[in-house]
């Protein structure tokens, strides 16, 4: 059994630090580096593109919202049209970093709200997928495990990454449970591994309900802003490894 292990990463801003960039390299598999828009500039991306390439982990760009204040976390509405074009240019920054450096950029995953809002919003998820086509049409794709941004993908043609996340709790339809709502983010460590574990062996989650739903887990989401987060991608994963699951990414 085979699962990536992926972060968001390269996310500080000017004087601004945030997450631990360098010790979550040790532990993951793929790297979804900012593009400047929700965070990120171009010191920093270029950085997370050298660490990415000296720990061989797999690189991918993470196109947000235009939302530093918001941290692309706010639901800002935005069109079809400027999304598409929001996309391509975030890509495009990442990747000459990406070449200038020799390296290849493999893939990409919307962050934050902009992520949710592929999730259940079809037409924007086409915009959000097209443009992902039109700049590679190689690049994987990375979206919610079973959303309307993976079918999208799927009906273009790209290669898609059903994604799962290991800190966060799931609705009965499977979107993620708004961090607004008590118990969304999952702080508890156990709590946490029991999920990905749910998740990567029984293709299943357990929902803030209660409840039980089949989900498909390509690749984890490892959040690396959080006040543990090294420690907890640590536990993770030498907890599936000491599973017999094999980390690897999506080459």
Known sequence: MEVD??????????????????????????????????AGDPITMREAVLLSLTNGVSIGAHPGLADLRGFGRRNIQISPKDAY???????????????????????????????????????LSEA?????????????????????????????????????????????????????????VISDENTSIHQVLQLVLEKRVKTITGSEIPLQADSICLHGDGNKAVEM????????KNKGVILKPFL
Do not use: W
């Not at 020799?102 to 592929?118: D, Q, T």
């Not at 049409?137 to 079973?146: A, H, N, T």
């Not at 991608?233 to 907890?239: E, G, L, P, Q």
């Open 5 to 38: 292990l992926n972060c968001d990463l390269g996310e500080s801003f000017g004087v601004y630090k945030l997450g631990n960039d360098q010790e979550m390299m040790k532990y993951i598999t793929s790297a979804n580096i900012a593009c400047g828009f929700h």
């Open 85 to 123: 074009h929001d996309v391509i240019y975030q890509i495009g920054a990442l990747d000459a970093f990406v070449k200038s450096e020799g390296g290849v950029l493999r893939h990409v995953k919307p962050h934050g709200a902009l992520y949710n809002l592929c999730a259940e919003d079809a037409t």
């Open 128 to 184: 959000v997928v097209e443009a992902v086509y039109r700049v590679n049409p190689d690049l994987y794709l990375y979206g919610l495990s079973g959303s309307k941004l993976i079918e999208a993908g799927r009906k273009l043609g790209l290669k898609t990454v059903n994604e799962v996340f290991a800190d966060r709790a799931y609705l009965e339809n499977g979107t993620l449970a708004p961090r607004h709502m008590e118990g969304a």
């Open 233 to 240: 991608a640590k536990i993770i994963s030498s907890t599936l």
